[in-house]
């Protein structure tokens, strides 16, 4: 009997996917200036950290799953593309954020 190989992971992909269109493109950016420009820098910070949140829960999911079960799930390439990603945005809105006060 032929044993299954490991595949990856789909919550690694839907992490990727959420990052590239709720941190990538303009949506969180359009919120978070948005609510610079009124000088409410509070409801601008909540904004990234709530969007930061959503994009790293399905992929510390995924990442978790990995670990515990390597005979079902094998890593992917995708995922530290996706912690890139939310670092750099972290990084890069905390810069603006304190730019503002």
Same mark, same amino acid.
Not at 45 to 50: A, Q
């Given at each position: 009997m032929k044993t299954k190989e490991p595949g990856y992971h789909p919550l690694t992909f839907i992490a990727f996917l959420l990052a590239v269109f709720v941190l990538v493109l303009p949506l969180q950016a359009d919120l978070v200036f948005v609510f610079l420009i009124k000088r409410k820098v509070l409801e601008a $910070?909540?904004?990234?950290?709530?969007t930061i949140a959503i994009v790293a829960l399905p992929l510390r999911l995924a990442q978790r799953s990995t670990n515990r079960h390597p005979e079902k799930w094998k890593p992917r390439l995708l995922t530290?593309?996706?912690? $890139?990603i939310i670092v750099l945005n972290a990084l890069l809105n905390t810069v603006l954020l304190l730019s503002q006060k």
């Open positions: $910070t909540l904004v990234v950290i709530g530290p593309v996706t912690w $890139t």
